[in-house]
Structures are given as structure tokens and as C-alpha cells.
């Protein structure tokens, strides 16, 4: 019956330290050291007093469960506040790309002008002015458009690299914590509970 007990609270702690949305490919990485201590804990656990197991377990559940909350709530968090400014830059492009796209506008529209003279020599003329008139136009437009496309590329890497330290950060602080709640767990086992054991979550 103890057997049981332990596989399937064992069984719940790897549930605890797997289950995470959108970052469980993360946790699952930061896990691997994580689950030799869980591994250790069952024997721990399997072999110790059925008594003191079982208040070691009902102690270190919720806090395992907390870590893996809160791991789950700042990951989501490192990964919003990048979309939100990914979406926020990508409409400031786009209203950059509108200004770009009416100014070529009026400047084709100075040489569609000219279609309308049925005058071959009044039509060359008129597109050697157009284009006398906007050449400095379109080098500007050209100088322009590749500043704008520098400065996208630019702030799309800065807003991901500035995601990958949140999360990283989430990460090591969740393996961490776990890893200490383990040990904390395997004391337990083997010493029981502390009689004021208080152990920090955040």
C-alpha cells in the first residue's frame, strides 16, 4: 500500500515539474536535473517511516505546485510582453510603409502624366522633366526605406533578445527553487519536518 502511495505521489510531482503552457519544451530542458532528485525522493521516500513520508509529501506538494505556477505565469509574461511589442512596432511599420507607398505614388503620378500627351517629342519631354524633378525625391525614398528597414530588423532583434533573458531568467529561477524544494523534501524523509519550516517561494 506504502509502494503505491509513493508511485503516485511520485507520479504528481512529475506532473508538477512537466505541466506548463507554451513553456513545457523549457521546463522539460530545465527538468532533466530536476528528475534525479524527484528519482531520489521516491527511493527516499519508498524507504522511510509511511508517517513522516506522508506529512513530507502533504508539506512539499503545494510548493512544488506554486514554483511550477509561477514559472508558468512569468514565462507567459516574458512571451506577451514581446508579442505586444512586436505588434506595436509592426504597426508602426506599417504606418511607415503607408507614407512610403503615397509618396511613390505621387511621384509614378508625375510620369503618368505624360501619357496623356499624344506628342511623341511633348511625352519624352515630359518624362525627362518628371524625372529631373524627382530625382532627389527617390534617392531620398531610397535612403528613407533602408533606414526604416534597419531600424525594424533592429528593434524585432532587440524585443527578442530582451524575451530570451525574461525567460531564461524564469527558467533558472524555476529550477532553482525546485531543486532546493527537493533537497528540503529529501531532509524530510529523512529527519522530517523541521518544526517551523518555512521555505520561500517568491
Given at each position: 500500500?506504502?509502494?503505491?502511495?509513493?508511485?503516485?505521489?511520485?507520479?504528481?510531482?512529475?506532473?508538477?515539474?512537466?505541466?506548463?503552457?507554451?513553456?513545457?519544451?523549457?521546463?522539460?530542458?530545465?527538468?532533466?536535473?530536476?528528475?534525479?532528485?524527484?528519482?531520489?525522493?521516491?527511493?527516499?521516500?519508498?524507504?522511510?517511516?509511511?508517517?513522516?513520508?506522508t506529512?513530507?509529501?502533504?508539506?512539499f506538494?503545494?510548493?512544488?505546485?506554486?514554483?511550477?505556477?509561477?514559472?508558468?505565469?512569468?514565462?507567459?509574461?516574458?512571451?506577451?510582453?514581446?508579442?505586444?511589442?512586436?505588434?506595436?512596432?509592426?504597426?508602426?511599420?506599417?504606418?511607415?510603409?503607408?507614407?512610403?507607398?503615397?509618396?511613390?505614388?505621387?511621384?509614378?503620378?508625375?510620369?503618368?502624366?505624360?501619357?496623356?500627351?499624344?506628342?511623341?517629342l511633348?511625352?519624352?519631354?515630359?518624362?525627362?522633366?518628371?524625372?529631373?524633378?524627382?530625382?532627389?525625391?527617390?534617392?531620398?525614398?531610397?535612403?528613407?526605406a533602408?533606414?526604416?528597414?534597419?531600424?525594424?530588423?533592429?528593434?524585432?532583434?532587440?524585443?527578442?533578445?530582451?524575451?530570451?533573458?525574461?525567460?531564461?531568467?524564469?527558467?533558472?529561477?524555476?529550477?532553482?527553487?525546485?531543486?532546493?524544494?527537493?533537497?528540503?523534501?529529501?531532509?524530510?524523509?529523512?529527519?522530517?519536518?523541521?518544526?517551523?519550516?518555512?521555505?520561500?517561494?517568491?
Amino acid at each position: 500500500m506504502q509502494a503505491s502511495a509513493i508511485t503516485i505521489l511520485s507520479l504528481a510531482l512529475i506532473g508538477v515539474t512537466l505541466a506548463a503552457p507554451r513553456s513545457s519544451v523549457v521546463k522539460a530542458h530545465a527538468d532533466n536535473g530536476i528528475l534525479n532528485l524527484l528519482a531520489q525522493s521516491n527511493l527516499l521516500g519508498s524507504s522511510g517511516d509511511p508517517e513522516i513520508t506522508t506529512e513530507c509529501f502533504n508539506h512539499f506538494m503545494p510548493i512544488l505546485n506554486e514554483i511550477s505556477t509561477n514559472f508558468s505565469v512569468e514565462y507567459e509574461q516574458c512571451v506577451n510582453v514581446a508579442t505586444q511589442a512586436s505588434a506595436n512596432l509592426s504597426a508602426e511599420a506599417a504606418l511607415n510603409r503607408a507614407t512610403f507607398m503615397k509618396e511613390t505614388s505621387a511621384i509614378c503620378s508625375d510620369f503618368t502624366s505624360c501619357h496623356s500627351d499624344t506628342d511623341n517629342l511633348d511625352f519624352f519631354n515630359c518624362y525627362a522633366t518628371a524625372a529631373s524633378a524627382d530625382i532627389n525625391e527617390i534617392y531620398n525614398l531610397s535612403t528613407d526605406a533602408s533606414n526604416a528597414a534597419i531600424s525594424l530588423e533592429g528593434g524585432l532583434q532587440q524585443i527578442k533578445d530582451t524575451e530570451n533573458i525574461c525567460t531564461n531568467t524564469a527558467q533558472s529561477t524555476y529550477t532553482e527553487k525546485t531543486s532546493e524544494t527537493y533537497r528540503e523534501m529529501n531532509e524530510c524523509f529523512i529527519n522530517g519536518l523541521p518544526s517551523a519550516s518555512t521555505i520561500a517561494i517568491n
